[in-house]
Structure formats: C-alpha cells, structure tokens
C-alpha cells in the first residue's frame, strides 16, 4: 500500500522550481483608477463609455475648453 507522503521528506515537493507559469491568471490588483483611465481616452473613445463617471469627464472636457 502506498502512503500520501514520504515520511523522510522535510518539504513538500513541487513539480518545478524555476519562475511562476505564463498561465496564471493576472493577479487581482490595479495601477489606475476609472476616472484617470477616462482622461486618457480620446473623446470618441470616452463617448462608447457608459455610466456617470465617462459623462462626468465629458462634461470636465467641454467646461475646460470654454475655458
């Protein structure tokens, strides 16, 4: 009969011990926020946006060039 474990090992064993997979999936962090993401968009890009936030920064943009 086979045991789960080897009663010698110290640490567990993994397949490779080179760098993290290609294929893990993206780790669940971000570097910008929605509103600087919608500055940077062009204003044909922000006007497929939907929500108050792209309307928010479409009104930003046409009160800045009155100004």
Not at 31 to 51: K, S, V, Y
């Amino acid at each position: 009969m086979t045991k789960p474990y080897q009663e010698d090992q110290d640490e567990p064993f993994f397949i490779t011990d080179g760098p993290p997979s290609n294929d893990l999936p993206i780790p669940p962090h971000r570097t910008m926020n929605l509103p600087q993401i919608l500055a940077g968009l062009t204003d044909d890009e922000l006007a497929g946006w939907p929500g108050d936030l792209a309307d928010a920064e479409s009104k930003r943009r046409r009160k800045a060039e009155r100004e």
